[in-house]
């Protein structure tokens, strides 16, 4: 297991709260994210997590709590406010841009980094033309990285399943983000193809991302993760080290049951 | 005492409208909760509501035959409609279905006045063009028919979408397609079935508004926006909503014609609008929707 | 964290190949040859059709950056010309400003007055736009119809003085023509200047998946409302030079009548492809001529037009080429 290298809190979750119409799908909870490290949340479906995910990403607004993102409060800031600020996602349920092609959908991730305004996009003044250029190998050499580029040039609606998951976390990863949250990134991919998005996410935090991770294929929890934090019904049940989490007994009854044996 | 009665002369004209607004909206919000789109052909169906009921009073010579033959007619034109525009749609998005929407309106619309003809046509109400007078104030009979048959397909809905099955399947769709599909509802026969519905009420808010104002093959777009400011008030989707929407716009109108000038009468439905938009997105009733992610 | 520029290095290799010309040269190359209309054409008349096919190329085009790309519906571009046009015509002949005064003016105003709408009813996803509008294009034309010591009533404003230069005015239709073929062709390189950039991408995104385009960082609203306003600006600007050209206005060209067969049109021609609106445009232009006799039969004519296009050719015309070459594609796959 390797540590984290950094100590510094980047996210701080306080008595964090969401409640629907009858539902309360997080309930008072609180942990901290640090610099550096891969931190797991897991828990049986309708725990909480998306809408966890949600919150930190400023989809969903919360009931009551506080979220500081790298010391200042975020909660009240609208989602793409978030974004600049430096945090960025991958979706449950895909959110790609079908209809675009698959290198047009990381450049989209690039756009924070762009210049160009309204009116110099108009008037197309040089430095427009520069800035598409150097967009367009950023985003393709991310391609050429998660071995996407032989299909750059085709809508992204028509990628395989586990493309448009990579296509997603590569989109993410253009935007330079300083958190990166990843919903249930390795669902119903494939054992080969999970593997490899486990060693993508190990390399990207082994060069310094923080990562935030839900996910429910626990082999990948077990073998990626700093830390877990474990939530059943919105409530954290427990916390702390693939080792600690596997033996607290609330754990066992509540969510691993058989999978804690297996894995 | 003058004023008095003039106020609730005015009130009952408000009500009156209200409740035809009431019925364009129900139509507008429930093909919204079936699909996301905005409705432009609502308000043409409610236009073929009038003025097919006047050419079926011709040959029938019993207004209610001529009423409930019309409405069904145009409720199957509903259907029909979804069958061949909406349906074979390769990408069913909101967007798309509020284009289609916007060629069945011009398509409804020249049709009407190519197959009915450009002349405005009326009907006598329903029990003649008399007028009660309770305590000193005149009150069109066909105001009080308008209500009367208004709260009657109101709670027909109502018993249609708490007690049936497919009045059922169609709340549980609108709420989330997804899952409705998974526990084995029919997401496309829903659909069908909110286009039916929809063209039902605005066929009968035609019928029972036409003795009163007219029926022309021009008033569709008007119709169509008066039935969407009032959802928009009342709360986009919201049944309920429709109904406080609807009797609330109707009011504002009859008031504000009163007050003001009727000149500015349309102008005040675009005010409310804008009001509701920026002050309560959400309408009177109405939830903010989310979206599950 | 190092920049991703940095950590992978030069890209020598990553341009994607593209065939043919680029976009600023094949936009020149048609209109250069749009250029020739006024020399083949028998007469005058078929120049102010060409005219008139500019101008609905302008409301077209603006209304496919909207729509076609941005993904929202207005049922305002007609009352929108219709501000242009007021704008323009009236701080002529009641304020004696020369037409390109008039001309930004026309666009000023046309943006603002779609901001006024935008504001509101953008905040929102889904479509209140497209109800939104329409009751703000029948307001607009109210407003034309009433305020009869500015714009002259249902009679029409009268005495709009032509656009001119260093003196010469340009009072015929052939003078006109090159006028406003230099503007159309600036409004569809400006277009095409913006979807080749960051801004233009932004708008497709939060066409396609607002959410997606909100979590890269994206204002949707911002960017929705700012493709709102400058397509109206545009609809202004195509106001203002057909005021100019025609040298009157009356209101029934901005009504909602027109506004939804500008709509129809974008469709038709292929909303979100480039060149479509000029299939559109010359179809809107060319048909009313063809069916000079049958008017009622033309609303149901471009009614059928609009539902067979979304049901066959969701990309209209302009993308029954690119649809056939995907099947060609696939069956060889
Ligand atoms: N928009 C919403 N409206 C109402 N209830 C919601 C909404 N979103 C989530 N919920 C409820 O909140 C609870 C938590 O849902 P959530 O999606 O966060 O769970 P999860 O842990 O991500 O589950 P899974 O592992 O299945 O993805 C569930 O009971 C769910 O039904
Ligand atoms: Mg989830």
Redesign the interface.
């Given at each position: 297991m390797n540590t984290p290298r950094s100590t510094g809190d980047l996210l701080e979750v306080e008595g964090l709260t969401c409640r629907f119409a009858g539902v309360t799908a997080v309930d008072d909870l609180s942990f901290r994210v640090k610099a550096g490290e891969i931190k797991a949340v897991i828990g049986p479906n309708g725990a909480g997590k998306s809408t966890l995910f949600n919150m930190i990403a400023g989809v969903t607004r919360p009931t009551d709590g506080a979220i500081k993102f790298d010391g200042a409060r975020i909660d009240r800031l609208p989602t793409h406010a978030r974004a600049r600020r430096g945090i960025a996602r991958t979706f449950q349920n895909l959110q790609i841009f079908c209809e675009m092609s698959v290198l047009e959908n990381v450049m989209v991730g690039r756009h924070l980094r762009g210049r160009a305004t309204t009116l110099s996009a108009l008037l197309h003044i040089p430095s427009v033309g520069a800035e598409e250029r150097a967009m367009e190998a950023t985003a393709m050499a991310l391609l050429e990285r998660f071995g996407l580029a032989a299909k750059a040039g085709l809508p992204a609606g028509s990628l395989a399943f586990g493309q448009m998951k990579v296509l997603e976390l590569a989109r993410a990863l253009a935007c330079e983000p300083r958190l990166l949250l990843l919903d249930e990134p390795a669902a119903g991919l494939p054992h080969a193809e999970a593997d490899k998005m486990a060693e993508t996410i190990r390399d990207l935090n082994r060069d310094g991302m923080t990562v935030l991770l839900v996910e429910h294929n626990m082999r990948m929890v077990m073998s990626l993760s700093h830390d877990i934090l474990v939530l059943n019904n919105g409530r954290r049940i427990a916390e702390g080290t693939a080792e600690e989490v596997r033996r607290h007994p609330e754990v066992l009854s509540a969510y691993l049951g058989e999978e804690a044996v297996d894995a | 005492m003058q004023t008095a009665t003039a106020l609730l002369q005015v009130l009952s004209a408000g009500i009156g409208t209200g409740a035809v607004y009431a019925l364009v909206a129900l139509g507008f919000n429930v093909v919204f909760k079936s699909t996301g789109a905005m409705n432009f052909a609502q308000g043409e169906w409610v236009v073929m509501g009038g003025m097919v009921t006047a050419l079926l009073i011709g040959a029938f010579s019993s207004i209610g035959l001529a009423v409930v033959t019309a409405v069904v007619l145009v409720g199957i034109v509903g259907l029909l409609s979804e069958r061949l525009t909406v349906q074979p749609l390769k990408k069913p998005d909101a967007l798309v279905i509020t284009l289609v929407t916007i060629g069945l309106s011009i398509v409804s619309r020249s049709l009407v006045m190519l197959v009915l003809g450009k002349k405005p046509v009326g009907y006598s109400g329903f029990s003649g063009n008399t007028a009660l007078s309770v305590g000193g104030v005149s009150i069109q009979s066909q105001t009080l028919w308008i209500i009367a048959i208004t709260l009657a397909f109101l709670v027909v809905m109502h018993a249609f979408f708490e007690r049936t099955i497919l009045g059922k399947a169609l709340r549980a769709a609108a709420a989330d397609r997804e899952a409705a599909a998974i526990v084995g509802v029919n997401v496309g026969s829903t659909v069908l079935l909110s286009f039916g519905i929809a063209a039902l009420a605005g066929a009968l808010a035609g019928a029972i508004v036409t003795p009163l104002t007219l029926a022309s093959y021009d008033q569709g777009a008007m119709f169509g926006f008066k039935g969407f400011s009032a959802a928009m008030l009342g709360g986009l989707g919201s049944l309920p909503g429709a109904v406080v929407g609807g009797l609330a716009l109707g009011l504002l109108e009859a008031f504000g014609s009163f007050y003001i000038s009727s000149d500015f009468k349309d102008a005040i439905a675009f005010a409310v609008l804008l009001l509701i938009l920026f002050v309560r997105p959400s309408g009177l009733l109405g939830r903010a929707d989310i979206v599950k992610v | 964290?190092?920049?991703?520029?940095a950590k992978?290095g030069p890209?020598t290799h990553?341009?994607?190949p593209r065939r043919g010309l680029s976009r600023h040269a094949r936009l020149a190359l048609v209109w250069l040859a749009l250029a020739a209309v006024p020399f083949v054409v028998p007469n005058a008349y078929w120049i102010s059709l060409a005219n008139l096919a500019l101008i609905n190329l302008v409301l077209i085009a603006s209304l496919n950056l909207l729509m076609g790309y941005g993904?929202q519906?207005s049922?305002a571009h007609a009352g929108f010309f219709g501000l242009g046009a007021y704008a323009s015509g009236i701080l002529n002949v009641r304020y004696g400003l020369p037409p390109w005064a008039g001309l930004p003016a026309a666009a000023v105003v046309a943006g603002l007055g779609a901001l006024l709408?935008g504001?509101?009813?953008l905040?929102?996803?889904?479509?209140?736009l497209?109800?939104?509008t329409?009751?703000?294009n029948?307001?607009l034309v109210?407003f034309f119809t009433q305020l009869v010591g500015l714009t002259g009533g249902p009679n029409g404003l009268l005495g709009v003085a032509p656009f001119s230069i260093f003196g010469h005015a340009l009072d015929t239709e052939a003078k006109a023509f090159p006028l406003a073929w230099a503007v159309a062709f600036l409004v569809m390189l400006?277009i095409s200047?913006?979807l080749?950039?960051?801004?233009?991408?932004?708008i497709?995104?939060v066409a396609?998946?607002e959410?997606?385009?909100?979590?890269?960082?994206?204002?949707?609203f911002r960017t929705k409302l700012?493709v709102f306003v400058?397509s109206a600006g545009m609809a202004g600007i195509a106001g203002s030079l057909y005021v100019h050209i025609n040298q009157y206005a009356s209101p029934e060209t901005f009504g909602?009548a027109p506004s939804?067969m500008l709509?129809?049109m974008v469709?038709i021609g292929g909303a979100g492809t480039f060149y479509g609106p000029m299939l559109g445009a010359l179809i809107y232009t060319a048909v009313p001529q063809i069916l000079l006799d049958y008017e009622?039969?033309e609303?149901?004519l471009?009614?059928?037009g609009?539902?067979v296009v979304?049901?066959l050719f969701?990309r209209g015309l302009a993308g029954i080429p690119a649809a056939l070459a995907g099947l060609v594609r696939r069956r060889r796959a």
């Open positions: - | - | 964290m190092a920049s991703i520029e992978t890209m990553s341009r994607l993904g519906i049922l709408i504001i509101p009813a905040r929102l996803r889904g479509h209140y497209a109800m939104a329409l009751g703000w029948a307001i109210v400006a200047n913006l080749a950039s960051r801004i233009g991408r932004s497709r995104a396609t998946n959410l997606g385009a909100q979590s890269l960082g994206i204002d949707s700012a400058l909602i939804i709509l129809v469709a009622d039969a609303l149901m471009f009614g059928l609009l539902l979304l049901i969701p």
